[in-house]
């Protein structure tokens, strides 16, 4: 399968999105990566379901929304209404995966699961039918530009193998820290969809990554 990256907007200028958006598809995002802050789960409160609603009509990005908030049930389905495709909730956050990701799925959109670097990959072993994809955070969420954790390599590979070998359509995507440096390991563990928020909004060249990215599967 061929490797996606996905931008976080959460790095980019806050004043103009949309052209923000413009730039990454011209230069080959596959998906747009919206980092939803609740100042609870986080500190941080950042995007809205408002925002990506009059973001919609100017993309036709495949919207990915990584939800750090503590209460998932009583908001995902704002953003599914403002039209994003995927809702990923945090492993932490519900006693309740099961239930929320069937309720994800019922209201029309892709469901996942993510791992802050701590969590370990059994919390996925009874609910890998309803997974459309896993996030694996590879820094503690709340910021982008921080450093990238290299003890989540081993779980990466863990959860790539599971998806092989159970054969399920799964994405698995790690967000956290990403850049020329370290995304080639990410990628040999496994990882088939890239977010990456400072390197690309906020580093020189950093539009250019997202080609870079995507062809570093070929030769590694
Ligand atoms: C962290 C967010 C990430 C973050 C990635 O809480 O979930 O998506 O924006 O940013 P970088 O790529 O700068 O680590
Ligand atoms: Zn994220």
């Known amino acids: 399968m061929a490797l996606k990256v996905a931008p976080s907007l959460l790095s980019a200028d806050f004043s103009c999105l949309r052209d923000e958006i413009k730039k990454i598809e011209e230069n080959g995002a596959d998906w747009v990566h919206l980092d939803v802050m609740d100042g609870h789960f986080v500190p941080s409160i950042t995007i809205g379901p408002v925002v990506v609603q009059s973001l919609r009509p100017h993309t036709d990005l495949f919207m990915d929304a990584h939800l750090m908030v503590s209460e998932p049930e009583d908001h995902f389905k704002q953003f599914i209404d403002a039209g994003v ?112 928020g400072s390197a690309v909004f906020k580093a020189e060249k950093g539009m250019s990554l997202i080609g870079d990215l995507k062809k570093m599967q070929n030769v590694l």
Request: glycine share 8%.
């Open 85 to 196: 495709n995927l809702i990923t909730i945090q492993a932490e956050v519900t006693a309740h995966l099961d239930r929320v990701l069937r309720k994800i799925k019922t209201a029309g959109a892709k469901a996942g699961v993510a791992l802050n670097p701590s969590t370990p990959a059994s919390v996925l072993e009874y609910i890998w039918p309803l997974l459309d994809l896993v996030l694996v955070m590879s820094v503690n969420p709340g910021a982008g530009g921080q450093a990238f954790i290299p003890e989540v390599l081993p779980k990466i590979e863990y959860i790539a193998r599971q998806i092989s070998s159970r054969k399920l359509p799964i994405e698995l995507e790690v967000d956290g820290g990403i850049n020329r440096e370290t995304a080639p390991a990410v990628i040999r563990s496994g990882a088939s969809v890239l977010v990456a």
